[in-house]
């Protein structure tokens, strides 16, 4: 598997890169997509499928799209070294904007950024410490009220994903010393939806979402619809595509028939967000809701469709529980004679289970600490 992964990052690197871009670059990588969205159907694991899926069928994929027409942070980087190319064609990391890296710059993302709003930052080890917290208490799941579950699951979410980024972060900082973005921005401290999906939540998702569908769909639209309506259609579009690889991945995490629900709530926030940019356009300039106000209700709205919508297709099949126990053990070194065997190998499996065990005794600040489990997670790759 990872062998794979490797020669075909080579094969973009030294041959493909060398191509003209446009069509017959994408030609050229179409055994890649196909490659990258088969892969997670080689694993059996629950975790590792998802997160492969994401990695390489999701993103991998997003950005040997644009890399095919010269666009996004491979081609941006492309004359860099093959370890700078690896890095960002196979983790979700942004390099941070600064003058040596100034085509990365995205002012739309970050407008009204300046606002004074409240800051609540969590550190990487304040995250993993209320990770276990929550892991902990779902072993008493039989005992709180469903809702309560749900809500423990939504907050899970949230900080695997910015934990398991984290440590990519602290991998690609140790090894190559560059300055990266962190996965997400306080989401729970959203005052929008807007700013919810734009500037908070997933950075990686959004930068490609951004590059891969909304810009060109607002190109699209901008004939047929105008330049008024077009940006709001190319949102629509953008929340559609997330929705659908959403789906993607969970059907590879299921292995079931997709019921749409997951795409649904995609398009449903979609919709939302075209309704509230016409209301603050229409509103501009006056009175708005108060931060202690709108942040409730943004993060209220997100998680209650979430229990709606986003978590069913996964409970249904049990893959959260699956995923669940599959954590306790990597961390717990415990016994996975009793699970199906799957393409990582047992030697692999060891080495995700060292890694995720140097998490324990650390507890320096959050940048120090990535950096020296990142180190030392180095021995074993």
Not at 39 to 47: A, E, G, K, T
Not at 52 to 64: C, E, P, T
Not at 71 to 79: I, M, N, Q, Y
Not at 169 to 187: K, Q, R, W, Y
Request: proline content about 6%; some cysteine; hydrophobic content about 50%.
């Amino acid at each position: 598997l990872w062998l794979s992964i490797l020669a075909s990052l080579f094969y973009c690197y030294f041959l493909a890169s060398k191509i003209p871009k446009g069509k017959f670059r994408l030609i050229s990588l179409l055994p890649i997509f196909i490659l990258f969205t088969a892969l997670p159907l080689y694993l059996s694991y629950v975790f590792p499928i998802g997160l492969i899926a994401l990695l390489f069928s999701w993103l991998g994929n997003f950005k040997l799209l644009l890399f095919a027409f010269d666009k996004g942070p491979l081609s941006t980087h492309s004359s860099n070294s093959l370890i700078h190319f690896i890095f960002i064609a196979s983790l979700p990391i942004k390099i941070k904007e600064n003058e040596k890296y100034p085509f990365l710059k995205s002012p739309d993302i970050h407008q009204n950024s300046s606002k004074k709003h409240p800051k609540l930052p969590l550190n990487w080890p304040t995250k993993v410490l209320l990770f276990a917290i929550l892991v902990s208490a779902h072993d008493y799941k039989q005992t709180l009220h469903p809702n309560i579950v749900l809500l423990l699951y939504s907050c899970m979410v949230y900080l695997l994903i910015d934990i398991i980024f984290g440590i990519f972060n602290g991998l690609v900082h140790a090894t190559s010393g560059l300055e990266l973005e962190p996965p997400s921005d306080e989401p729970y401290l959203s005052t929008s939806l807007q700013d919810f999906w734009g500037r908070r939540w997933n950075l990686m998702v959004t930068y490609l979402l951004r590059h891969t569908v909304y810009k060109p769909a607002r190109s699209f639209f901008d004939n047929m619809l105008g330049s008024k309506w077009a940006p709001l259609a190319a949102v629509l579009a953008a929340f559609i595509v997330s929705g659908l690889m959403h789906e993607l991945v969970f059907y590879y995490v299921t292995r079931v028939s997709p019921t749409w629900e997951v795409t649904w709530y995609f398009v449903l926030h979609g919709a939302c967000v075209v309704v509230e940019f016409g209301v603050k356009r229409v509103f501009s300039g006056k009175a708005q809701l108060h931060w202690a106000v709108s942040t409730p209700l943004t993060v209220g709205f997100v998680v209650a469709t979430a229990m709606w919508l986003f978590f069913p297709p996964v409970l249904r099949t049990g893959a959260v529980e699956k995923a669940i126990e599959e954590c306790k053990n990597y961390v717990s070194g415990g016994n996975f004679s009793n699970l199906p065997p799957h393409s990582l190998g047992q030697k692999g499996l060891k080495y995700i289970k060292i890694s995720v065990v140097f998490l324990l005794p650390f507890r320096e600040k959050d940048s120090s600490f990535k950096c020296e489990f990142a180190s030392r997670s180095c021995i074993f790759i």
